[in-house]
């Protein structure tokens, strides 16, 4: 089994529970949720939907800090250690999502993963804090745009691996050595039957499993976290 160098985590539905974008929706949140699922699922292109989602929502600066946090209390079984365990050995981790920048990069901080390898849609307010647009140029905002993204790093350790739940991670499978669905919280039937591998389990340790391989370190702590995510793929 390769080991890999990188690991591309998405951030909704899979380091955490939560889908931000739904989250922020309030009263709106039936035909959010409908337009979101609707862009996972690959039925209609990302870019139809993202800017008319905010234009409804509307996210203030506090309720970008409230999902923020609800990341964090959702995070994935697993997550901290994943990470964790993948940093310690030596695994670059970098997050690359269509969510809203400060609200993921919470997660980032929970996780320790620094904020330059973070990549999600800045948004902007005004001085009240009030939701005043987002950046409209961002590839992570339309279809393709995680692939093209990925493509465009000329610094990113190769072998790489991409982990996520959606069609724009699906999508991005060109873009890396190797993409694992990850079907623990939801289980999106073209995104699973796309993954090179698949993770129905409720949890990140099969991907530290994945992610290493056979060349574990020595530290017993991870070749545990490695022998219960194996236990986690069966």
Do not use: N
């Amino acid at each position: 089994m390769a080991r890999f160098r990188s690991v591309l985590f998405d951030c909704d539905s899979t380091l955490s529970s939560i889908e931000g974008i739904d989250e922020l929706a309030r009263e709106h949140k039936a035909e959010i949720e409908r337009l979101t699922e609707m862009a996972m699922r690959g039925e209609v292109a990302l870019e139809a939907v993202y800017g008319r989602r905010l234009a409804i929502i509307r996210p203030s600066r506090a309720e970008l800090e409230r999902v923020g946090a609800l990341y964090v209390d959702r995070l994935v079984a697993g997550a901290r250690e994943t990470v964790g365990a993948l940093q310690e050995a030596g695994v670059e981790v970098r997050i690359i999502s269509g969510g809203l920048r400060p609200a993921v990069l919470h997660v980032a901080r929970a996780l320790g993963i620094d904020e330059t390898l973070v990549f999600a849609v800045a948004i902007s307010f005004d001085e009240r804090g009030e939701y005043a647009g987002f950046d409209e140029a961002s590839p992570l905002a339309r279809q393709g745009g995680k692939s093209a993204l990925i493509a465009s790093w000329t610094d990113l350790p190769r072998p790489a691996m991409l982990v996520g739940d959606g069609a724009t991670d699906l999508e991005a499978k060109g873009a890396v050595d190797r993409f694992v669905a990850f079907a623990g919280v939801e289980a999106r039937e073209a995104v699973v039957a796309g993954g090179d591998d698949v993770v129905r389990a409720p949890s990140l340790l099969p991907v530290l499993a994945l992610a290493l391989g056979d060349d574990v370190p020595r530290e017993s702590g991870i070749r545990q976290l490695v022998r219960q995510g194996l236990e986690l793929l069966t």
